[in-house]
C-alpha cells in the first residue's frame, strides 16, 4: 500500500470515531478486516480513545477523591498523575477487557484474533472518552479542588447527580460492546450480550465498588 493510500486509510478510522456515536454498526463492522494494513491505520485514534478513557477512570477511583488532603500538595500534581495514571490505567485494561472479550467471544465459536477484540473494545470504549471532555470539566467547574479532597464540598445530591452522569457513560460503553460483537461477528442479540457480559461483568463490579 502506498503513502497516499494509507494517509486515506488512517483518515478514515479517525472519521469513524465520531460515527460511532451516530452510527455505531457500520464502524463495528468495518473492524471485521483485521488485516496488517487496517490495524495499523486504527492504532492512532484506538490510542487516543484509550487514553482519555483511562484518564476519566482514574479521575472516577476513590484515589482521586484522597489527592489534595496533603495541604503541601500543590494542586499541579492533579492533571500530573490524571494524565500518567491514566495512561497506565488505560493501556492496562486496553490489553487485560481485551483478552477477557476475547476469551469470551472465543467460548462462542469466535474465529477473530486478540488484536480485533482489543480494537473492538477500544472503540467501544469512546463513552468513557467523551466523559471526560463532557461531565469532568462541569463537575470540576461545580466543585474544583474540592473534587480532589475527602472533606470537600462535593456531596450529596449534586455529587449523586455526576456519579449517576458517570454509570450513564458505563452503560453507553457497554451498549455499545453488545452492538459491536454483533456487528463484528454477526451473531443474535442474545449471543453477543451473553459475550459482552462475559467480557464486562468483572470490570463493572469494580467501577460501581468505586462509585459507591
Known amino acids: 500500500m502506498d503513502a497516499a493510500a494509507e494517509t486515506r486509510l488512517e483518515r478514515a478510522w479517525w472519521l469513524r470515531v465520531a460515527a460511532v456515536l451516530l452510527a455505531p454498526r457500520a464502524v463495528f463492522a468495518a473492524l471485521r478486516d483485521d488485516s496488517d494494513e487496517a490495524a495499523r491505520a486504527r492504532q ?7 487514553g482519555l478513557a483511562g484518564i476519566a477512570g482514574v479521575l472516577s477511583t476513590p484515589v482521586a477523591r484522597h489527592l ?3 495541604t503541601s ?5 492533579v492533571p500530573v498523575w490524571a494524565f500518567i495514571g491514566g495512561a497506565v490505567y488505560g493501556i492496562a485494561l486496553y490489553w487485560a477487557l481485551g483478552l477477557l472479550l ?10 477473530g484474533s486478540y488484536r480485533r477484540a482489543r480494537h473492538v473494545l477500544a472503540y467501544a470504549a469512546l463513552p468513557l472518552a467523551l466523559s471526560l471532555v463532557t461531565l469532568w470539566p462541569a463537575r470540576i467547574a461545580v466543585y474544583g479542588n ?3 479532597r475527602s472533606e470537600g464540598t462535593d456531596h450529596g445530591a449534586g455529587d449523586a447527580v455526576f456519579n449517576a452522569l458517570n454509570l450513564a457513560f458505563v452503560a453507553w460503553s457497554l451498549s455499545l460492546l453488545v452492538i459491536a460483537v454483533r456487528a463484528v461477528h454477526g451473531w443474535t442479540w442474545q449471543r453477543a450480550l451473553t459475550a459482552a457480559a462475559g467480557a464486562a461483568a468483572l470490570p463493572v463490579l469494580v467501577v460501581l465498588a468505586s462509585l459507591f
Not at 73 to 77: A, H, L, Y
Not at 102 to 111: D, I, P, Q, T
Open 146 to 148: 474540592d473534587l480532589f
Open 68 to 70: 489534595l488532603d496533603d
Open 102 to 111: 476475547y476469551a469470551a467471544v472465543r467460548r462462542l465459536g469466535s474465529l
Open 73 to 77: 500538595v500543590g494542586t499541579i500534581v
Open 44 to 50: 492512532e485514534p484506538i490510542s487516543a480513545i484509550v
